[in-house]
């Protein structure tokens, strides 16, 4: 999804790509390692700054990031990493948008101490009243 953003006078175009498998105690730091690593790396928009972690409302990690890429070819070119490994664990990339980082972030701030129930199911997060 190529989204864009003002940049002063001009429009920056930029993509989202969605982790999901993270390690929970994942880095910003081995997120940009993971796509500069091998032979054909991308470049995070603003580094550090260009990942959020999705966190509940205790702050515990869920195993998803979103990343920023400055340009809609590199965050295609981001999808080939797609079941890479950080660690032991396998990371599932998708594209996503500013409306899903948005809807993630809202939801889970909204739900607050009833987050604990959400469980993160594929790309959806599911409520367990267990």
Avoid: C, W
């Avoid at 989204?3 to 929970?24: D, K, Q």
């Avoid at 797609?82 to 396998?90: A, E, N, V, W």
């Avoid at 993630?104 to 469980?119: G, M, P, S």
């Amino acid at each position: 999804m190529s989204l864009s953003r003002r940049n002063g006078e001009a429009l920056v175009r930029f993509a989202i790509v969605r982790m999901r498998g993270l390690p929970y105690d994942a880095t910003p730091q081995q997120v940009l390692e993971f796509f500069s690593a091998g032979d054909d790396p991308v470049q995070v928009l603003d580094g550090e700054d260009g990942v959020l972690f999705v966190r509940r409302a205790d702050r515990r990690a869920t195993g998803d990031a979103f990343v920023l890429f400055a340009k809609e070819e590199e965050g295609r070119k981001a999808l080939s990493r797609h079941k890479k490994l950080i660690g032991s664990r396998y990371i599932e990339l998708f594209l996503s948008t500013t409306a899903e980082v948005q809807q993630v972030e809202h939801i889970l701030n909204f739900l607050d101490e009833f987050a604990k129930n959400i469980v993160v199911q594929g790309v959806h997060m599911v409520y367990n009243a267990q």
